[in-house]
């Protein structure tokens, strides 16, 4: 067998570029890491199992049905993260407020423990995004709301998991995007997408174009743009939309692509959350080559006031970014 390095090797090698002491980013990597190993776990033997299929009975604080799995991840990573004691609070998106859990850990996380979650029944790929920031409260003290509000140029780390037909762990320090692939007879995330980078021009426009007529102008605009046939430009794009913003991202992320969830009639601050869906994603697309915007502007520049805030969302390739921005740009 050829020589691989292992996640854990990786982050070791690589510690220094993590803005804390060396042996915490290790910490909470692998907490993580064993979060998602279980969770894959059960994703895998989802078909199988009728306690984890299925609606849970509840809301959570979007109004959105929670799965079985929904519950079971937040739980998982809840528990593994806190064993870790080095994080002073958590927010999630099954949780209606965030957690304080150790007074004296230097990192809050914001996460999404189960993206995509209404696809687990049906067997399409789903995932977990996740967001590091040094707390700005002072160690000793309970975790505030104040804590959480930060932008995403805050953060410190940022990645994702995704359940498919592998398990892929892919996170960003600041220093580039790695990709590391779950082995299970090895039982370990192996490097197998290193310095990972978004091609500068993608193909790709992934949207639920049943919003199509609930958009601006200027989306709907694009879209028809995206559609032409234009040989010049290597027109028409290809529409490849999942439904699972992980899978999506991840595969516009490698084949270049452009990721779009607009602001509708219904959802006038678009759908997606700021926190632990936008903010992780465009950290890891910007520091892979790409774009990540409101059609406005940056959206790691936005200041949080809530923590279940929504964002209209653009991310991926950057010229395609920049080409939907022209098009909202003329809706004025």
């Not at 310095?195 to 919003?211: A, R, T, V």
């Not at 102008?217 to 290809?238: L, M, S, W």
């Not at 910007?286 to 805030?309: C, D, N, V, W, Y």
Request: proline share 4%; hydrophobic share 35%.
């Amino acid at each position: 067998m050829t020589d691989v390095t292992t996640l854990g090797e990786f982050i070791i090698e690589k510690q220094m570029d993590f803005p804390g002491s060396s042996g915490e980013f290790s910490r909470l990597l692998s907490a993580i890491r064993l979060a998602s190993k279980i969770v894959s776990q059960q994703v895998n033997k989802a078909g199988l199992l009728s306690n984890i299929l299925g609606a849970a009975g509840n809301e959570n604080i979007q109004g959105e049905q929670q799965q079985k799995l929904d519950v079971y991840a937040n739980d998982q990573f809840i528990k593994a993260i806190t064993k870790r004691k080095v994080v002073c609070g958590i927010t999630s998106e099954e949780n209606d407020d965030f957690l304080a859990i150790n007074n004296e850990g230097s990192y809050i996380i914001a996460m999404d423990p189960l993206d995509g979650s209404s696809n687990i029944d049906v067997n399409v790929s789903i995932g977990t995004i996740f967001s590091i920031y040094k707390r700005i409260s002072p160690v000793g003290t309970t975790v505030t709301k104040e804590d959480f509000l930060q932008p995403g140029t805050a953060q410190l780390a940022a990645g994702y998991v995704i359940y498919g037909s592998s398990t892929m762990l892919v996170y960003t320090t600041g220093n580039g995007v790695n990709g590391f692939t779950y082995d299970p007879g090895m039982g370990v995330f192996v490097l197998s997408h290193p310095d990972m980078k978004i091609p500068q021009k993608g193909k790709i426009y992934s949207m639920n174009e049943g919003n199509f007529y609930k958009s601006s102008k200027g989306v709907q605009e694009f879209i028809k743009y995206a559609q032409k046939i234009d040989p010049d430009t290597d027109r028409p794009y290809t529409g490849r939309y999942i439904g699972s913003l992980v899978a999506d991202f991840h595969r516009n992320l490698i084949k270049g692509g452009l990721y779009l969830y607009p602001a509708t009639t219904s959802s006038p601050n678009g759908k997606l959350r700021l926190l632990y869906e936008c903010n992780p994603l465009a950290f890891i697309a910007e520091q892979a080559g790409g774009k990540a915007s409101t059609g406005r502007g940056r959206i790691m520049e936005i200041m949080p006031k809530e923590l279940h805030q929504r964002a209209p969302y653009f991310v991926g390739s950057e010229d395609m970014v920049n080409k939907i921005e022209e098009f909202i740009a003329n809706e004025d």
